[in-house]
């Protein structure tokens, strides 16, 4: 595979910086208290080097940070979001399951005859999607 460049700004690169600090500051405290002070600490590291208006040293302190979160790293892996996507799913990614659309279909009518409004526009639509289907537009 051909060499990519990364296609990311600096303003970018610097907020991931933040947010991958931030995760790192909660995944070493326990009391919200002490998260929240160490979390003061950081915003004010950050913002104290928000004037610099010159690249090099721009690239300078970004590559100090990400070295500095390096040498910090948890060694426990980090904690996981419940519904988080991906690689490192939650523990509750996919849990709750949508019935399909065609079990409404089987509820008994007395229990349709509580949502009469909802049962007859979807008598209609799927009448109409069957009009659809007989012309060819949906296949």
Known sequence: MPFAPELRTHSQKVKTLYKTAMRL???YHVAKFVIRYHQVILRAEFDKNRAVCDPKEQRRLL??????VFQKKN?????????SQGIAAGVAYGREIEPPDWV?????????????????KRECRKKEYIKYWEKGVIR
Not at 63 to 68: L, N, R, T
Not at 104 to 120: R, T, V
């Open 104 to 120: 409404l279909d089987y509820w008994h009518p007395l229990e349709k005859a509580q949502y009469p409004e909802y049962f007859n």
């Open 25 to 27: 500051l909660e995944s």
């Open 75 to 83: 060694p426990l892996p980090p904690a996981r979001f419940p519904y």
């Open 63 to 68: 590559w100090v940070g990400e070295h500095e």
